[in-house]
């Protein structure tokens, strides 16, 4: 039997951002935004994206959906080519994939009713006559969690966690088969997060929705997704089953991001070895050779400042993209974090040349 086709699947795909123009208007410098970036989302499922600020999150989920161009690479979704679609074609795709904005307070106009902010796609595609629409609406409000009552209030009398329900049922009302959350959480407190996240997690299992869910929490991701990728200056640099890259991470960035995190359970808490990486994120216009991650990571080998690692999968669906951990799978979890810490001073590690045969 041959395998499904996956809801969304990307190959290769890279985009560039010019930042700077010579006095001709040619361009001069780039910002290396995404590159060369591969995965697939199955439907009905989440797929977490984490990596720290600007490490091109967000303009991969863009490009993804294509709401932006990509420069290069291919991006299928229900088995079709996404990039090759005429507009007119891409407009009536555009009710499948719809997007999840960070904050609730300036995604909805303050001065339009929530009927009407909730109604304003079906209204763009025309699939429905206004009785339609406000019925949807009062359908939708429902599955949100809120009253059909508010349909002609404006939004400025709703909490953050309303609003956010407002803006999660505005993206859902063409019932979309993938969904592209950008940070939907990191605009509200704690305890609205998690009743936000719980409500994302029902619609999913009840309209059979794909998530591609952006965070630079990996608690957060690890919440909610099925697959987690973690991105470094616009490369995937591991990606595998939510519960691996949690727990059994391979990668010494993704080592560092869990080190960064709060425990939930205190005594783990204290128990947490903290990495400090050394620097500031390098610069997204001039990369560091080789492994982009070499001038921060405590475990960096000469090889890493000259050869991009490439992302090597295991048999189990876990990839990771390091010269040294890929060929070592006891190099995870506790035992890498324990590895990047034992030097004593967990900041930067000169390159060291390896004697060959030693075992890292
Ligand atoms: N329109 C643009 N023009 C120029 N540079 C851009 C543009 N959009 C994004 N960038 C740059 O591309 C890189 C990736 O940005 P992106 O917003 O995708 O990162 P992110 O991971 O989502 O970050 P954050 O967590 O802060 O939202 C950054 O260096 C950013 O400055
Ligand atoms: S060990 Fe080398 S390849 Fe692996 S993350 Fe560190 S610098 Fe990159
Ligand atoms: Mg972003």
Redesign the pocket.
């Known amino acids: 039997m041959k395998p499904p086709v996956p809801l969304l699947s990307v190959r290769n795909l890279s985009r560039n951002?010019v930042?700077r123009r010579d006095m001709l208007g040619r361009p001069r410098e780039f910002?290396h935004?995404v590159d060369d970036v591969s995965f697939e989302v199955d439907a009905g499922t989440t797929l977490g994206i984490v990596?720290?600020?600007?490490?091109?999150?967000?303009?991969?989920g863009r490009l993804a959906l294509r709401l932006i161009e990509a420069d290069d690479g291919r991006i299928s979704f229900a088995g079709r080519d996404l990039r090759a679609l005429p507009p007119g074609e891409l407009r009536s795709l555009r009710s499948d994939m719809t997007m999840i904005f960070q904050d609730p307070y300036s995604a909805l106009d303050p001065r339009w009713t929530v009927g009407r902010s909730v109604a304003e796609p079906l209204r763009v595609t025309g699939s429905a006559n206004p009785a339609e629409q406000r019925a949807a609406v009062v359908e939708m409000l429902g599955l949100v969690g809120l009253d059909a009552d508010v349909v002609d209030r404006l939004p400025g009398a709703f909490s953050g966690g309303q609003r956010q329900r407002l803006v999660i049922a505005r993206a859902l009302i063409t019932r979309p088969r993938l969904v592209f959350c950008d940070?939907p959480v990191s605009a509200l407190d704690v305890s609205t997060r998690a009743q936000v996240l719980g409500l994302l997690r029902d619609l999913q299992r009840d309209l059979a929705l794909a998530y591609l869910f952006?965070s630079?929490d990996l608690g957060i991701v690890e919440a909610v997704s099925d697959r987690i990728a973690v991105?470094y200056l616009?490369s995937i640099v591991e990606v595998g089953p939510a519960g691996a890259v949690a727990h059994q991470y391979r990668h010494p960035y993704t080592a560092s991001l869990v080190s960064a995190s709060p425990a939930a359970d205190p005594v783990a808490q204290r128990a947490r070895r903290r990495v400090l990486l050394a620097g500031e994120p390098p610069s997204?216009v001039d990369p560091p050779s080789g492994c982009a991650f070499h001038p921060r990571c405590p475990l960096a080998q000469p090889i890493c400042a000259v050869e991009k690692p490439a992302l090597k999968t295991g048999h189990d669906g876990h990839a990771v993209a390091c010269h040294v951990t890929a060929g070592n799978p006891r190099l995870a979890g506790e035992a890498l974090l324990s590895r990047m810490t034992s030097s004593g001073q967990p900041t930067l590690v000169s390159p060291q040349p390896v004697a060959e045969g030693t075992c890292l």
Not at 51 to 57: H, L, N, R
């Open positions: 951002f930042v910002v935004a990596g720290e600020s600007g490490s091109g999150k967000s303009t991969l940070e952006v630079h991105m616009g997204p």
